[in-house]
């Protein structure tokens, strides 16, 4: 008999199904799809339906369902991160806090709720639903890269703004299993970092980055040694940390502060408004920092892994400009992609990372 596994990522931003049948995706898709709302952050009650409908089959045929990530956890580092930073924090805490309490710390019930509208007829029971089950966020992102590639054995690199406490992780993957090496934590992140120069340039977070990455070959990389000065230690086999001072996004409602704008001599662009030669600039100098720590990290991976693969996943694993350079000058023999490296694609690594956990095959 074989075993149905669904995937569900969804209340941040790309919400995703992914249905996974003895080991194998049957089918997967983001709810922006059907809803027709770039990032879609609600329920996936469309993508799951498609899900269930490609199998020719209902929810009450599902074995196990699996969140891609730990809410709990999550609120955790929320709670850690505003008590470090007290006073400063308690705006954004006041903001944050109705929606965490109305929805997200009871996401279980939430997504409970939600699946039994999804039972035949819609007259079935909480009792009558699988197995709720939650992975870590970067696992999803692990899994996600590694199962589904052409590899027996490889290191796995996942790089995103933040999970439940991880910023960026390695992992081994051999066979059936994902082993984790490293991670480094937030509030240092290399996908805030980008997201906060996405802000500061007057694009959108999240959705916005493709934007920056695609205005630095009109730039010169001019603000390098400042960023690198004053911004961001990095070193030598890639692990780095920022100099909070001049970000926002751990306390307040934006990315960047007061600082942050007079290291780079004035305020954010306002959306909309035109774009010089100076966010050409810092474009190009940021996607060029970007690069060199993606391609450093990568460099110590191979060096303590011993590994000739490399799988990636993570929202940082969509700038495929730093891509390219790892593949053209880092020191793997190849590397696979994770196609939806965002959160989207958790919702597949979720499943598979059930599936070779229990070693269900």
């Given amino acids: 008999m074989s075993t149905k596994i669904l995937g569900i990522s969804a209340y941040y931003h790309d919400s995703a199904a992914a249905l996974v049948v003895d080991g194998e995706i049957v089918a997967a898709a983001q709810e922006e799809r059907f809803s027709r709302k770039k990032h879609d952050a609600g329920f996936p009650a469309h993508a799951v339906a498609y899900c269930l409908k490609e199998a020719g089959i209902g929810l009450d045929e599902i074995d196990y369902v699996v969140f891609y990530d730990k809410p709990l956890i999550k ?203 100076r966010e050409m600039d810092i474009a190009r100098s940021i996607q060029v920092v970007t690069e060199e720590v993606v391609l450093k990290i990568a460099r110590n991976i191979h060096q303590e892994l011993g590994l000739d693969y490399l799988c990636l996943a993570g929202g940082v694993a969509l700038n495929c400009v730093s891509n390219g350079r790892m593949l053209r000058e880092g020191p793997f023999r190849d590397i696979w992609i994770q196609p939806a490296a965002g959160d989207a694609g958790g919702a597949v690594g979720a499943a598979l990372s059930v599936w070779h956990e229990y070693e269900l095959d």
Wanted: hydrophobic letters at 40%; a negative charge; proline letters at 5%.
């Fill in 75 to 277: 609120f955790e580092r929320l709670l850690e991160t505003y008590l470090a930073f007290v006073p400063a924090g308690f705006k954004s805490f006041l903001a944050s806090m109705p929606i965490w309490l109305k929805d997200k710390l009871f996401l279980k019930t939430t997504l409970k709720k939600e699946l039994v509208k999804l039972l035949v007829n819609g007259s079935g029971k909480e009792s009558d639903l699988p197995p709720l089950l939650f992975s870590a966020h970067h696992k999803s992102h692990a899994a996600s890269a590694f199962f589904p590639s052409p590899y027996e054995n490889a290191a796995v690199l996942c790089l995103d703004g933040v999970g439940e406490w991880a910023t960026s992780s390695v992992w081994r993957g051999d066979g059936n299993t994902l082993e984790a090496q490293w991670e480094i934590d937030f509030p240092h992140s290399l996908g805030l970092l980008y997201s906060a120069f996405t802000y500061y340039t007057g694009f959108r977070v999240n959705s916005g980055e493709y934007k920056l990455m695609g205005l630095a070959p009109y730039g010169e990389p001019s603000y390098v040694d400042l960023i690198l000065d004053k911004l961001l230690d990095v070193k030598a086999d890639g692990s780095f940390r920022l100099d909070m001072r001049y970000f926002n996004y751990a306390t307040g409602l934006t990315m960047t502060n007061r600082k942050f704008d007079e290291l780079f001599g004035g305020p954010a662009r306002k959306a909309e408004s035109d774009i010089t030669q």
